[in-house]
């Protein structure tokens, strides 16, 4: 993995991070609200849930490409 590697991935997240406020600023409003109103440990787990995932998938593709 190199420095452009790392820059493409950052640059990836923020395109993909910002397609829901760009599209529809209400429904990411209705979703922080509803983020608000779950417990800490819900949303750690989601978390956790998401990063166990994109490993997943991290590690997979790179070894598809090799």
């Given at each position: 993995m190199n420095?452009?590697?790392l820059g493409t991935g950052v640059a990836l997240v923020l395109v993909l991070?910002?397609?829901l406020p760009f599209l529809s600023p209400n429904l990411l409003k209705?979703?922080?609200s509803n983020i608000v109103s779950m417990s800490?440990?819900?949303?750690r787990f989601i978390g956790l849930?998401?990063?166990?995932i994109g490993l997943v998938l991290l590690t997979w593709l790179r070894s598809a490409s090799s």
């Open positions: 420095w452009v590697d991070e910002g397609v209705q979703t922080y800490d440990q819900t949303i849930g998401s990063m166990v």
